[in-house]
Nanobody, 126 residues
Framework: QVHFVESGGDLVQPGESLRLSCVAS????????IGWFRQAPGKEREGISC????????YYAPAVKGRFTISRDNAEGTVYLQMNSLKPEDTAVYYC???????????????????WGQGTQVTVSS
């Protein structure tokens, strides 16, 4: 069974940065498209970014485009989410998961499993 472990969340002030990490056990993360999702209190989980197995053609949701950068180190089996210029509305629990691949090779923000890790809490507040 695949277990994702997210880390790097913290309490920060608006405008600050964080880098989240995603690793997986029982699974070769390097061969899969990986996405980051987040769930704010009282809201549904939303997909915010994904990257294909080769680390190309990343996708960003409009709310984070230009501020967040997804990357991966397949040798280390880790996917990162660099988050800059954080805003209070970025406050959420962040999760990673495998996602789909479209016919063009682009990742698609469709989780491939119903199994989610614990997530990592990001709180942006002054």
């Amino acid at each position: 069974q695949v277990h994702f472990v997210e880390s790097g969340g913290d309490l920060v002030q608006p405008g600050e940065s964080l880098r989240l990490s995603c690793v997986a056990s029982g699974f070769s993360l390097g061969g899969a498209a990986i996405g980051w999702f987040r769930q704010a209190p009282g809201k549904e989980r939303e997909g915010i970014s994904c990257i294909n197995s080769h680390g190309k053609f990343p996708y960003y949701a409009p709310a984070v485009k230009g501020r967040f950068t997804i990357s991966r180190d397949n040798a280390e089996g880790t996917v990162y989410l660099q988050m800059n210029s954080l805003k209070p509305e970025d406050t959420a629990v962040y999760y990673c998961a495998t996602v789909g691949i479209g016919s063009s090779g682009l990742c698609v923000m469709t989780p491939q499993s119903n199994s989610w890790g614990q997530g990592t809490q990001v709180t942006v507040s002054s």
